[in-house]
T-cell receptor
Framework: EDKVVQSPLSLVVHEGDTVTLNCSYE??????LLWYKQEKKAPTFLFML????IEKKSGRLSSILDKKELFSILNITATQTGDSAIYLC???????????FGTGTSLTVIP | DGGITQSPKYLFRKEGQNVTLSCEQN?????MYWYRQDPGQGLRLIYY???????QKGDIAEGYSVSREKKESFPLTVTSAQKNPTAFYLC???????????FGSGTRLTVV
Protein backbone atom coordinates (compact mmCIF):
# COMPACT_ATOMS: atom_id res chain seq x y z
CA GLU A 1 0.00 0.00 0.00
CA ASP A 2 1.36 3.41 -0.98
CA LYS A 3 1.92 5.72 1.94
CA VAL A 4 3.57 8.96 2.93
CA VAL A 5 4.26 9.61 6.61
CA GLN A 6 5.19 12.98 8.02
CA SER A 7 6.61 13.75 11.43
CA PRO A 8 6.14 15.36 13.77
CA LEU A 9 2.40 15.94 13.41
CA SER A 10 2.73 19.29 15.14
CA LEU A 11 5.52 21.51 16.34
CA VAL A 12 5.69 24.74 18.35
CA VAL A 13 8.91 26.77 18.26
CA HIS A 14 10.09 30.28 19.08
CA GLU A 15 11.05 32.82 16.47
CA GLY A 16 14.64 32.34 15.42
CA ASP A 17 14.69 28.60 15.98
CA THR A 18 15.62 26.14 13.25
CA VAL A 19 13.19 23.32 12.48
CA THR A 20 13.43 20.10 10.54
CA LEU A 21 10.32 18.45 9.16
CA ASN A 22 10.43 14.82 8.09
CA CYS A 23 8.71 12.91 5.32
CA SER A 24 9.12 9.20 4.62
CA TYR A 25 7.47 7.44 1.74
CA GLU A 26 6.71 4.02 0.37
CA UNK A 27 5.19 4.32 -3.07
CA UNK A 28 5.12 2.27 -6.23
CA UNK A 29 7.34 3.57 -9.03
CA UNK A 30 8.47 6.71 -7.24
CA UNK A 31 8.90 9.72 -9.52
CA UNK A 32 9.24 12.78 -7.33
CA LEU A 33 8.58 14.23 -3.92
CA LEU A 34 7.01 17.63 -3.35
CA TRP A 35 6.69 19.97 -0.42
CA TYR A 36 3.82 22.41 0.00
CA LYS A 37 3.00 25.11 2.54
CA GLN A 38 -0.63 25.52 3.47
CA GLU A 39 -1.73 28.55 5.42
CA LYS A 40 -5.40 29.29 5.56
CA LYS A 41 -6.46 28.12 2.14
CA ALA A 42 -4.71 26.40 -0.72
CA PRO A 43 -1.29 24.78 -0.48
CA THR A 44 1.49 26.66 -2.23
CA PHE A 45 4.34 24.88 -3.91
CA LEU A 46 7.75 24.93 -2.22
CA PHE A 47 10.01 22.28 -3.73
CA MET A 48 10.02 19.35 -6.10
CA LEU A 49 12.76 16.75 -5.54
CA UNK A 50 13.65 14.04 -7.97
CA UNK A 51 17.35 13.36 -7.37
CA UNK A 52 18.95 12.04 -4.21
CA UNK A 53 21.39 14.17 -2.27
CA ILE A 54 20.84 17.45 -4.11
CA GLU A 55 19.70 20.20 -1.79
CA LYS A 56 17.15 22.70 -3.01
CA LYS A 57 17.08 26.11 -1.35
CA SER A 58 14.74 29.05 -1.30
CA GLY A 59 15.64 31.72 1.20
CA ARG A 60 15.51 30.23 4.69
CA LEU A 61 13.95 27.01 3.43
CA SER A 62 15.83 24.03 2.10
CA SER A 63 15.01 20.45 1.32
CA ILE A 64 16.82 17.26 0.39
CA LEU A 65 15.80 13.80 -0.74
CA ASP A 66 17.32 10.43 0.15
CA LYS A 67 16.03 7.86 -2.33
CA LYS A 68 17.94 5.02 -0.69
CA GLU A 69 16.38 5.54 2.72
CA LEU A 70 13.09 6.81 1.22
CA PHE A 71 12.77 10.08 3.05
CA SER A 72 13.00 13.81 2.66
CA ILE A 73 13.52 16.66 5.10
CA LEU A 74 12.46 20.26 4.98
CA ASN A 75 14.58 22.68 6.98
CA ILE A 76 13.55 26.16 7.99
CA THR A 77 16.20 28.35 9.59
CA ALA A 78 15.64 31.51 11.63
CA THR A 79 11.91 30.85 11.79
CA GLN A 80 9.44 33.72 11.70
CA THR A 81 5.77 33.91 12.74
CA GLY A 82 4.90 33.96 9.03
CA ASP A 83 6.27 30.43 8.75
CA SER A 84 3.34 29.17 10.84
CA ALA A 85 1.43 26.82 8.56
CA ILE A 86 0.80 23.20 7.72
CA TYR A 87 3.61 21.72 5.64
CA LEU A 88 2.54 18.96 3.31
CA CYS A 89 4.74 16.38 1.68
CA UNK A 90 3.53 14.51 -1.40
CA UNK A 91 5.00 11.70 -3.44
CA UNK A 92 4.25 11.43 -7.13
CA UNK A 93 3.16 7.94 -8.10
CA UNK A 94 4.33 6.17 -11.22
CA UNK A 95 0.81 5.76 -12.56
CA UNK A 96 -0.41 8.94 -14.19
CA UNK A 97 -0.32 12.31 -12.55
CA UNK A 98 -1.26 11.19 -9.08
CA UNK A 99 0.28 12.46 -5.91
CA UNK A 100 -0.04 10.80 -2.53
CA PHE A 101 -0.07 13.28 0.34
CA GLY A 102 1.05 12.88 3.91
CA THR A 103 -1.04 14.17 6.81
CA GLY A 104 1.07 17.27 7.15
CA THR A 105 3.09 18.87 9.95
CA SER A 106 1.47 21.79 11.71
CA LEU A 107 4.15 24.36 12.57
CA THR A 108 3.46 27.20 14.98
CA VAL A 109 6.11 29.88 15.46
CA ILE A 110 5.57 32.05 18.52
CA PRO A 111 7.18 35.46 18.98
CA ASP B 1 -3.68 36.34 -14.56
CA GLY B 2 -3.91 32.56 -14.97
CA GLY B 3 -5.16 30.46 -12.13
CA ILE B 4 -7.81 28.22 -10.69
CA THR B 5 -11.06 29.56 -9.35
CA GLN B 6 -13.18 27.62 -6.95
CA SER B 7 -16.62 28.75 -5.94
CA PRO B 8 -18.22 29.29 -3.61
CA LYS B 9 -15.69 29.73 -0.79
CA TYR B 10 -18.22 28.70 1.85
CA LEU B 11 -21.26 26.51 1.35
CA PHE B 12 -23.93 25.36 3.76
CA ARG B 13 -26.37 22.61 2.85
CA LYS B 14 -28.96 20.52 4.59
CA GLU B 15 -28.42 16.83 4.99
CA GLY B 16 -29.75 14.82 2.04
CA GLN B 17 -29.23 17.54 -0.56
CA ASN B 18 -26.86 17.27 -3.48
CA VAL B 19 -24.45 20.16 -3.95
CA THR B 20 -22.07 21.05 -6.79
CA LEU B 21 -18.71 22.72 -6.26
CA SER B 22 -17.28 24.68 -9.15
CA CYS B 23 -13.67 24.57 -10.36
CA GLU B 24 -12.48 26.57 -13.38
CA GLN B 25 -8.91 27.01 -14.66
CA ASN B 26 -7.47 29.18 -17.41
CA UNK B 27 -3.99 27.70 -17.32
CA UNK B 28 -4.57 25.39 -20.28
CA UNK B 29 -3.74 22.47 -18.00
CA UNK B 30 -4.74 19.01 -19.16
CA UNK B 31 -5.18 17.37 -15.78
CA MET B 32 -7.53 18.40 -12.99
CA TYR B 33 -8.09 16.93 -9.55
CA TRP B 34 -10.39 17.09 -6.57
CA TYR B 35 -9.06 16.60 -3.06
CA ARG B 36 -10.75 16.55 0.29
CA GLN B 37 -9.02 17.71 3.44
CA ASP B 38 -10.09 16.71 6.94
CA PRO B 39 -8.23 17.63 10.11
CA GLY B 40 -5.24 15.36 10.66
CA GLN B 41 -5.75 13.46 7.41
CA GLY B 42 -3.94 15.50 4.80
CA LEU B 43 -5.28 15.66 1.26
CA ARG B 44 -7.17 12.67 -0.09
CA LEU B 45 -7.89 12.25 -3.79
CA ILE B 46 -11.56 12.07 -4.78
CA TYR B 47 -11.47 12.13 -8.58
CA TYR B 48 -9.05 13.16 -11.28
CA UNK B 49 -9.23 13.81 -14.99
CA UNK B 50 -6.31 13.77 -17.39
CA UNK B 51 -8.22 14.73 -20.53
CA UNK B 52 -11.62 16.06 -21.49
CA UNK B 53 -14.50 13.57 -21.27
CA UNK B 54 -12.46 11.19 -19.16
CA UNK B 55 -12.04 10.90 -15.41
CA GLN B 56 -10.93 8.33 -12.88
CA LYS B 57 -11.87 7.56 -9.29
CA GLY B 58 -9.41 8.40 -6.59
CA ASP B 59 -9.15 6.92 -3.11
CA ILE B 60 -12.47 8.20 -1.74
CA ALA B 61 -14.82 8.55 -4.72
CA GLU B 62 -17.91 7.05 -3.07
CA GLY B 63 -20.69 9.60 -2.74
CA TYR B 64 -19.14 11.98 -5.26
CA SER B 65 -19.52 12.52 -8.99
CA VAL B 66 -17.68 14.68 -11.54
CA SER B 67 -17.82 15.67 -15.18
CA ARG B 68 -15.20 17.02 -17.59
CA GLU B 69 -17.06 18.38 -20.60
CA LYS B 70 -14.59 21.24 -21.08
CA LYS B 71 -10.86 21.46 -20.48
CA GLU B 72 -11.35 24.47 -18.24
CA SER B 73 -13.99 23.05 -15.95
CA PHE B 74 -14.16 20.14 -13.51
CA PRO B 75 -17.21 20.44 -11.23
CA LEU B 76 -17.65 18.13 -8.27
CA THR B 77 -21.06 17.03 -7.02
CA VAL B 78 -21.35 15.90 -3.43
CA THR B 79 -24.35 13.60 -3.37
CA SER B 80 -26.61 12.61 -0.52
CA ALA B 81 -24.84 9.23 -0.54
CA GLN B 82 -21.69 10.82 0.90
CA LYS B 83 -21.89 10.04 4.61
CA ASN B 84 -19.58 12.74 5.96
CA PRO B 85 -19.56 15.56 3.44
CA THR B 86 -18.48 18.36 5.78
CA ALA B 87 -14.89 19.12 4.79
CA PHE B 88 -12.57 21.45 2.94
CA TYR B 89 -12.46 20.70 -0.79
CA LEU B 90 -9.49 21.62 -2.97
CA CYS B 91 -9.35 21.58 -6.74
CA UNK B 92 -6.02 21.43 -8.52
CA UNK B 93 -4.65 21.24 -12.03
CA UNK B 94 -1.38 20.30 -13.66
CA UNK B 95 0.23 19.96 -17.08
CA UNK B 96 0.76 16.47 -18.43
CA UNK B 97 4.21 16.18 -16.92
CA UNK B 98 3.68 18.18 -13.80
CA UNK B 99 6.18 20.07 -11.79
CA UNK B 100 3.45 20.14 -9.22
CA UNK B 101 -0.03 21.26 -8.78
CA UNK B 102 -1.66 24.62 -9.01
CA PHE B 103 -4.36 24.73 -6.38
CA GLY B 104 -7.56 26.67 -6.09
CA SER B 105 -8.39 28.48 -2.86
CA GLY B 106 -10.82 25.80 -1.75
CA THR B 107 -14.47 25.45 -0.78
CA ARG B 108 -15.48 24.77 2.79
CA LEU B 109 -18.66 22.71 2.78
CA THR B 110 -20.72 22.38 5.92
CA VAL B 111 -23.72 20.08 6.01
CA VAL B 112 -26.20 20.71 8.78
Amino acid sequence: EDKVVQSPLSLVVHEGDTVTLNCSYEVTNFRSLLWYKQEKKAPTFLFMLTSSGIEKKSGRLSSILDKKELFSILNITATQTGDSAIYLCASQLGRGNQFYFGTGTSLTVIP
Amino acid sequence: DGGITQSPKYLFRKEGQNVTLSCEQNLNHDAMYWYRQDPGQGLRLIYYSQIVNDFQKGDIAEGYSVSREKKESFPLTVTSAQKNPTAFYLCASSIREPRGYTFGSGTRLTVV
